[in-house]
């Protein structure tokens, strides 16, 4: 999953980015609003986070911007406003959900997995399912018939974006835009590497093989009895 953070406080910047990046996720951090703004027209994120006191455009000015031009992706604030008035401008400008600072980490994450299951077709539920592959997003763990999985936090976020758009064709240069931020500068074929390693953990030695390659196009997760 493929997150924007956009915070002007450099520590809280860098001590999000981090933590995210811990869990798997690919964050993309700018410290300002027209910064944001950019960015959020020019790539498909999964969710934003969006400090409201930035410098140029602030994050509620931002939000309106990127609602009034059609964007879709959840979007949680991130303030020290705490007052009643003030969620009630972020969520009628279109926030998700509101977070006020300081605040622990285990609920932002908490708070970004709910989002980004309010998001998909799996929203009522923390576990997402192919066949007899099971992932619970909430606790990381990925089982199939009955076998634990482990996974690294990057196989892990491939395998969730595969589970979150099971039969569709997924391209690399898909992979690369919702799992990896703009300044990453590896390999071209790290997408089959990954995959590679999915495959092994998930498919060997199992009768029916649950990711599938499309030639020429890309690769696609679907139950193989289907």
């Known amino acids: 999953m493929r997150v924007l953070l956009a915070e002007d406080e450099k520590e809280l910047n860098d001590l999000v980015r981090k933590t995210l990046e811990d869990e798997g996720y690919a964050v993309d951090s700018v410290f300002d609003g027209d910064s944001a703004l950019e960015y959020l027209s020019s790539t498909p994120y999964d969710i934003a986070l969006l400090d409201i006191m930035m410098p140029g455009r602030d994050g509620i000015a931002v939000l309106r911007e990127y609602r009034k031009s059609g964007g879709k992706a959840p979007i949680l604030i991130l303030t020290a406003r705490d007052a009643v008035e003030d969620r009630v401008v972020g969520l009628d400008a279109g926030a998700d959900d509101y977070l006020v600072k300081p605040f622990m980490f285990p609920e932002l994450l908490a708070r970004i997995r709910v989002l980004l299951r309010r998001n998909t077709t799996s929203a009522s539920s923390s576990v997402l399912e192919c066949g007899d592959l099971v992932m619970d997003t909430s606790s990381h763990a990925v089982r199939r018939r009955g076998r634990k999985i482990d996974l690294s936090a990057k196989e892990y976020s491939i ?31 790290v997408i089959d590497v990954y995959i590679r390693y999915l495959r092994k953990k998930i498919d060997d030695g199992e009768s029916v093989k649950l990711i599938h390659t499309i030639r020429g196009a890309g690769y696609m997760l679907k139950d193989g009895n289907e």
């Not at 969730?160 to 799992?179: C, D, K, P, T, W």
């Open 159 to 189: 395998l969730e974006y595969m589970m979150r758009n099971q039969g569709a064709v997924l391209g690399r240069e898909s992979f690369r835009s919702h799992i990896w931020s703009w300044d990453y500068d590896g390999e071209s074929n």
